[in-house]
């Protein structure tokens, strides 16, 4: 009993002593860890600096009680001495685990020195100096102290890390290599626009994350200090702020030869009709020689438009005189070429916009140009501004169209204007607002092939008018030789002309086909083209003859014709030989006289072109040479449609107004004179409004929207033929003046002033919107087109965000170049929750080249403000200079827990085997177990 009593206090006293322990452990750990006022513990010893990091993980110290406690009751049979080692050795591996979590470190202190070589390599940047940094760089390497560390970046647009190819060798020969240097490239070679531009300070930002910790911080610029993005020296106070000295060698290679235009500088103001100058900086690195061409919008400036320059070296102000003749948006373009040695041509051509107010503006396209004077004549009276081309000089570009108000073509057939010019006026009138009238004429509407076309497409009327229908609007007779020189090919293609002309013409119109060689033969007599399978089978049947006589068929024909009731008559002659003349130009008169219109076409090289030419003058058609047998269809089939699908009407009539329109108050058309004719038309459905008609209610002039802008259908012409009585009418100077204003491109309600320019290759636009009563106008939806780069550049459309009251800004990055124009529309929410036009602002911005190409000569200066502002130094004396600590000393933290660690893994394995091996009492013999009963077993 006694015994059993004293096993139990010696219990009690050890679980005492271990909650003793616990809670001495527990108040240390309170005291000075959970309520030290620092979040990290730091004492010195011996002049060193220790800091424990993350002290809260030494809570892990407060398992020890743990295993001191279970000692007791440890089912071991070791000998007590080595109980209390291996008790000993887990608590020293909690305790080592608990300091490793902790992060015990000590400040040391170092000398080393870690260098960064930043080497510009973009395009500004010659061959002979890139080899100059190369020399540099292995002299570096070759030089530098054994616990140095050098590192390389290359830099252009965008800074790049250096490094040696993958698998090449490490080794201490290999650390004195410096590893290649080379422009920047794409992933295919390709240098592209890559070195395009120099960022010295995102080369610097870029170094910050490879020094090592524990060394000095040292930087190599080596570069012409040219920037086109960032800002080094502002970088430079935040290199220095972060313990970087930075040392710079500048490029003293000479410029390349490089000729650049900088820049095109005009007055604030310019005058319609005013001589101005244009100022051109023209940069050389060298003296040489070079042509300049001055372009505004698509020509050559009218005044000085070409000049040949001698450049010296430096910058050069090269003037040219130039002049406005019409109002609105003009750009001009300076190119450079034929110079002797250039090394970039992306900085020969520099464009710009400028904005030149006056009156409004109106291009007026007439096929005849020498009787464009009547109208030009009397808009000029009613203040506008007339540009009278012809149609070979219609603009190439929606740029240029842009600087007119209005625009009009006149009697101008369909090949005279290309299918790109079609597309311009749509979108001149759908995109910018703009107005167009389409004049006839004798080459209007479908007299001149405009049938089916963009043209008729965005005007009000229709161009295949079905004419009242007492009798057919066409009856036609195709003239054709069948001689034996026409066998094979031609023959061939004439009867599929022939064919075709069929099916182009009205189902009520008449068609006949007279063939000849020596007798003209009737294989398709006159009949309606609605027969066209039988048509087309009496053609098949036509088979070449012998001889050419051209004036019994031609008198077949109008020996038909003057039976043959029809409000247009025409006559088509093919043949490609010569025959006798005699008596064809009485018979023409006499078909004119007939009102029977004749066309010629010749085939080859081997015809009678006069004879030809004679017949189509006196017969009132036109006349066609046609080398190529295989066109031949495509002239019946144009000649038939400039014919059959608008016949002129030629007779006096009286104008009507049926609808009304502001540009008609105050003009009393009902004492307008009679006109002479017109080409009839048919009025497209609503919203198609028809303003005035002829006698017989046909559209003379009619009008529609088409997008943003007007289109008006005058389908009489303007000119001294069928308006020759117009011409002398008082009103004709208002009519046509009040149209203009009407429909010309209309400014919105309000304009806004845009500010814009290029900082940094971005483009910053802003606006300042006020009302009427000089408030500012809070909350709108601003959003911005940029347009470019001009000529036919895409759109581009982004917002403009309210950064101020009433100011709205925008700020994007223009990855091309050119000349780029800015529209913003302001626009305003309403109660519905449809957004409405407040204002529009206008701008325009030039980004003509990457800035890469602006300038050669080196910003020495900037160099050395960056290097001295860190306490470094242009043009360092050597290597040594450069890994010179000067008495500075980095002070870091060595981190220790790593130590701890690798001491806890040695613990735990000796306690592995403290508790697997006895090396205590060696002779001990194992207890002998008690067996069932209470019956001891035998001890083995």
């Given at each position: 009993m006694s015994a059993f009593r004293g096993r139990r206090l010696r219990i009690a006293a050890w679980a005492i002593t271990c909650a003793a322990l616990g809670g001495i452990l527990f108040w240390a750990y309170r005291r000075y860890v959970l309520l030290h006022p620092d979040p990290t513990l730091t004492w010195v010893r011996e002049g060193v600096t220790y800091e424990l990091l993350n002290p809260k993980m030494l809570g892990a110290i407060l398992l020890a009680p743990w295993f001191v406690g279970v000692l007791a009751g440890s089912l071991a049979d070791l000998p007590l001495p080595q109980r209390v080692l291996s008790v000993l050795l887990r608590v020293a591996f909690v305790a080592l685990i608990a300091l490793g979590l902790s992060r015990l470190a000590r400040s040391a202190t170092t000398e080393k020195v870690a260098t960064i070589y930043l080497i510009d390599v973009s395009e500004s940047v010659t061959d002979e100096a890139l080899d100059d940094a190369r020399a540099t760089l292995d002299k570096a390497f070759a030089e530098k102290p054994e616990d140095g560390v050098i590192k390389v970046i290359t830099f252009a647009r965008r800074p790049r890390l250096a490094e040696r190819a993958a698998g090449e060798a490490a080794g201490r020969e290999e650390e004195r290599r410096a590893p290649p240097i080379a422009r920047h490239a794409d992933a295919n070679g390709q240098r592209g626009?890559?070195?395009?531009?120099?960022?010295?300070?995102?080369?610097?930002?870029?170094?910050?994350?490879?020094?090592?910790?524990?060394?000095?911080?040292?930087?190599?610029?080596?570069?012409?200090?040219?920037?086109?993005?960032?800002?080094?020296?502002?970088?430079?106070?935040?290199?220095?702020?972060?313990?970087?000295?930075?040392?710079?060698?500048?490029?003293?290679?000479?410029?390349?030869?490089?000729?650049?235009?900088?820049?095109?500088?005009?007055?604030?103001?310019?005058?319609?009709?005013?001589?101005?100058?244009?100022?051109?900086?023209?940069?050389?690195?060298?003296?040489?020689?070079?042509?300049?061409?001055?372009?505004?919008?698509?020509?050559?400036?009218?005044?000085?438009?070409?000049?040949?320059?001698?450049?010296?070296?430096?910058?050069?102000?090269?003037?040219?005189?130039?002049?406005?003749?019409?109002?609105?948006?003009?750009?001009?373009?300076?190119?450079?070429?034929?110079?002797?040695?250039?090394?970039?041509?992306?900085?020969?051509?520099?464009?710009?916009?400028?904005?030149?107010?006056?009156?409004?503006?109106?291009?007026?396209?007439?096929?005849?140009?020498?009787?464009?004077?009547?109208?030009?004549?009397?808009?000029?009276?009613?203040?506008?501004?007339?540009?009278?081309?012809?149609?070979?000089?219609?603009?190439?570009?929606?740029?240029?169209?842009?600087?007119?108000?209005?625009?009009?073509?006149?009697?101008?057939?369909?090949?005279?204007?290309s299918l790109q010019g079609q597309e311009i006026i749509e979108s001149y009138v759908r995109d910018l607002g703009g107005g167009f009238l389409f004049a006839g004429g004798e080459s209007g509407y479908g007299l001149g092939g405009w049938y089916r076309t963009t043209i008729e497409r965005i005007l009000p009327v229709r161009m295949d008018n079905e004419r009242k229908k007492d009798m057919p609007s066409v009856a036609m007779a195709l003239v054709m030789d069948r001689s034996g020189s026409m066998t094979g090919l031609p023959l061939e293609m004439a009867k599929a002309a022939a064919k075709a002309t069929a099916g182009v013409l009205s189902s009520d119109?008449?068609?006949?086909?007279?063939?000849?060689?020596?007798?003209?033969?009737?294989?398709?007599?006159?009949?309606?083209?609605?027969?066209?399978?039988?048509?087309?089978?009496?053609?098949?049947?036509?088979?070449?003859?012998?001889?050419?006589?051209?004036?019994?068929?031609?008198?077949?024909?109008?020996?038909?014709?003057?039976?043959?009731?029809?409000?247009?008559?025409?006559?088509?002659?093919?043949?490609?030989?010569?025959?006798?003349?005699?008596?064809?130009?009485?018979?023409?008169?006499?078909?004119?006289?007939?009102?029977?219109?004749?066309?010629?076409?010749?085939?080859?090289?081997?015809?009678d072109e006069q004879l030809l030419k004679m017949i189509a003058d006196v017969g009132g058609g036109r006349f066609h040479a046609v080398p190529d047998p295989n066109n031949l269809p495509r002239i019946f089939t144009k000649e038939t449609e400039m014919v059959a699908r608008a016949a002129a009407v030629e007779e006096w009539f009286p104008v009507t107004q049926v609808g009304d329109a502001a540009f008609l108050r105050g003009v009393d058309v009902r004492t307008a004179p009679n006109l002479h004719g017109y080409v009839s038309t048919k009025l497209k459905p609503p919203p198609a409004q028809e303003l005035l008609t002829s006698d017989t209610e046909e559209p003379i002039l009619a009008r529609w929207r088409v997008g943003l802008?007007?289109?008006?259908?005058?389908?009489?012409?303007?000119?001294?033929?069928?308006?020759?009585?117009?011409?002398?009418?008082?009103?004709?100077?208002?009519?046509?003046?009040?149209?203009?204003?009407?429909?010309?491109?209309?400014?919105?309600r309000r304009e806004l002033d845009m500010k814009a320019e290029i900082v940094d290759g971005e483009l910053r636009a802003s606006v300042d919107a006020f009302g009427a009563d000089d408030r500012f106008e809070n909350n709108l939806t601003s959003r911005l087109s940029i347009i470019g780069p001009e000529p036919g550049g895409a759109t581009r459309v982004v917002d403009m965000r309210q950064t101020a009251p009433g100011r709205y800004e925008t700020a994007l990055a223009l990855d091309r170049y050119g000349s780029f124009l800015l529209r913003a529309e302001h626009l305003r929410e309403a109660e519905d929750g449809s957004l409405r036009p407040v204002a529009v602002s206008y701008g325009h911005v030039s980004n003509p080249y990457p800035r890469e190409y602006a300038s050669f000569e080196p910003e020495l200066a900037i160099l050395e403000k960056a290097a001295t502002s860190t306490g470094g130094a242009v043009d360092p004396s050597g290597v040594a200079a450069i890994f010179d600590p000067a008495g500075e000393k980095v002070t870091f933290h060595e981190e220790l827990w790593q130590q701890f660690i690798y001491a806890a893994m040695v613990v735990f394995l000796l306690d592995l085997f403290v508790r697997r091996v006895r090396l205590f009492d060696r002779k001990f013999v194992a207890r002998r177990g008690r067996g069932v009963g209470g019956r001891r077993l035998p001890a083995t």
């Open positions: 626009d890559l070195g395009a531009g120099s960022n010295l300070q995102a080369a610097l930002q870029l170094a910050y994350g490879l020094y090592p910790p524990g060394y000095l911080k040292r930087a190599v610029l080596m570069s012409d200090g040219v920037q086109t993005d960032g800002d080094v020296l502002a970088e430079a106070n935040r290199a220095r702020d972060v313990g970087v000295r930075l040392f710079s060698i500048p490029y003293r290679r000479p410029a390349p030869p490089e000729v650049a235009v900088r820049e095109l500088r005009m007055p604030d103001r310019v005058k319609v009709g005013e001589t101005f100058e244009i100022h051109a900086d023209i940069y050389a690195s060298r003296a040489t020689k070079a042509r300049a061409r001055l372009f505004q919008g698509e020509a050559l400036n009218g005044l000085e438009g070409i000049r040949d320059l001698e450049l010296k070296a430096g910058p050069n102000d090269v003037v040219f005189k130039s002049v406005v003749r019409i109002a609105g948006q003009v750009t001009y373009a300076l190119e450079l070429d034929q110079i002797a040695d250039d090394k970039f041509k992306e900085n020969n051509r520099y464009a710009t916009t400028i904005d030149v107010p006056g009156r409004p503006s109106v291009l007026y396209v007439e096929g005849t140009p020498q009787h464009a004077g009547p109208l030009s004549s009397a808009l000029t009276a009613q203040q506008l501004d007339v540009d009278v081309r012809p149609p070979a000089g219609f603009p190439g570009s929606l740029k240029e169209m842009e600087r007119y108000d209005f625009l009009i073509v006149s009697d101008t057939p369909k090949e005279a204007l119109d008449l068609i006949e086909v007279i063939a000849f060689d020596s007798a003209p033969t009737r294989y398709v007599k006159m009949q309606p083209a609605r027969n066209r399978s039988r048509i087309a089978g009496e053609i098949a049947r036509i088979q070449p003859g012998g001889g050419t006589e051209i004036f019994s068929a031609l008198d077949a024909a109008y020996q038909d014709m003057t039976v043959t009731q029809a409000r247009k008559k025409h006559v088509i002659l093919l043949t490609d030989g010569k025959a006798s003349t005699g008596g064809i130009r009485d018979l023409v008169s006499a078909m004119i006289a007939e009102s029977i219109t004749v066309t010629t076409v010749g085939l080859g090289n081997d015809l802008g007007w289109t008006l259908a005058w389908t009489t012409d303007v000119k001294a033929r069928w308006a020759v009585e117009w011409l002398r009418w008082p009103g004709f100077e208002k009519f046509w003046g009040q149209l203009v204003h009407e429909h010309m491109r209309q400014k919105h």
